[in-house]
């Protein structure tokens, strides 16, 4: 019976401490990048929690509408990084600290390679 209202203490807790994260990949133009990889990496959190059965990290690749989501992940900060064929690549540490955030990346074309050999 104790455990049972640990339980019910400590759960709605743990629930509060994780985010579902969408992230919109885009171009410039505002238009979606599809098949895009994304690596998602939990650095730091906020709760006094130990997340130990919670996944901290993710690969995935965006749908033809430049989306990729993550169902839960601890709250703190995380990094994002993001790789595209014909674009830079993107990498950003976010802050996420509600129930539910989407973070949009726009990707830039790549930048003109120099060299100091003529």
């Known amino acids: 019976m104790r455990l049972f209202l640990i339980l019910l203490l400590v759960l709605p807790l743990a629930a509060a401490d994780v985010t579902k994260l969408q992230i919109q ?17 939990f650095v730091q959190g906020r709760s006094k929690i130990k997340f130990t059965k919670i996944r901290k990290a993710w690969e995935l690749k965006t749908t033809q509408e430049g989306t990729a989501r993550i169902p839960a992940i601890p709250q703190g900060k995380i990094l994002i990084q993001v790789i595209a064929r014909n674009y830079q690549t993107f990498g950003q ?8 955030q989407t973070i949009e990346v726009k990707l830039k074309p790549p930048q003109p390679q120099y060299t100091a050999h003529e």
């Open 25 to 41: 990949v885009t171009n410039q133009d505002g238009k979606p990048v599809g098949q895009a990889s994304v690596i998602v990496k």
């Open 93 to 100: 540490t976010f802050d996420v600290d509600e129930e539910e």
